[in-house]
């Protein structure tokens, strides 16, 4: 399922933002375009890029960020990769006028990411931020806000191409780095990882997390927050498609500018496919339901 994807945020112009210190409610989130929300498994990325991809994760967790041969195979992925189409321009020449690790690079690179996520390329927008989480991490830390908010738009990319595990560990690793604070980023983590955990069919922990989400981004955000509205309307399909409608009358609609969030389930033939944030984007408030004994699949 396709997830929800990081609100958009800012990236300071020169210094980074002081670390998070306090659980202060955050700002509701900026409409997202509903082109976020299709379905996932976009295309894979071309062989030599996974390869050296691959090479490249395996030598930061090996050696970390900062070494050496990371430099070597990310100058390998910058120029044999990136430098050279037009749509990475902006991002090459912040690089060559700034430096690598400057903030004007990073900026750029993550926007760069971002759009592409927003295109539905996910598979390239993968591998930009794999190379922007490691310039985050070494100009930021491990727990720096912005290295943590590409965390969640790096999980969302695998979650979208079809690496759920990838995208739980990311996922995981974000929101430990968070620790307490609940905020939008958060909270849309929290619910992609229910989501993957229901695509997988783990339907008890999808809503142990939903219900915990619910609780938490009422406490702290408000329950009007349309990132507390989100979670609850999800954990209200959870409960409906699982046959315990009784349990979610309390269920609301969600709207984030002129969107309208609608679950859905059940692909072209009508067949179980999966739980909640696969959302199509409808404007009439319709609830359309394709139900296969989905709640016998609670107990496989």
Known sequence: ??????????????????????????????????????????????????????????????????????????????????????????????????????????????????????KQDFAMALALYTICLSRETRVYGNMHPQTLRSMSGLAFAYQNVGKDGDALEMYERALSGWGDVVNVYTVRARINVASIYADNRRFGDAEEVLRRTVQEAGGKLGSGHESTKLATHNLGFLLRALGRGGEAAGTVRCREGNVSYVGWIGDEKGEFDSLFVRFGIYFDNRFPYCLNDVSSAENE
């Open 1 to 118: 399922m396709a997830g929800i994807p990081p609100p958009a945020y800012y990236h300071p112009a020169s210094a980074p933002p002081s670390p998070p210190a306090s659980n202060s409610p955050s700002p509701s989130p900026s409409p997202l375009p509903s082109n976020r929300h299709k379905p996932r498994r976009a295309r894979d990325l071309p062989p030599a890029l996974a390869a050296l991809l691959t090479t490249y994760n395996t030598t930061v967790r090996t050696y970390g960020p900062s070494a050496p041969e990371a430099f070597s195979i990310e100058d390998l992925l910058w120029h044999n990769h990136f430098s050279q189409s037009p749509v990475f321009s902006a991002a090459h020449t912040a690089q060559i006028t700034h430096g690598r690790d400057s903030s004007e690079t990073i900026r750029a690179l993550h926007s760069l990411a971002r759009n592409l996520s927003d």
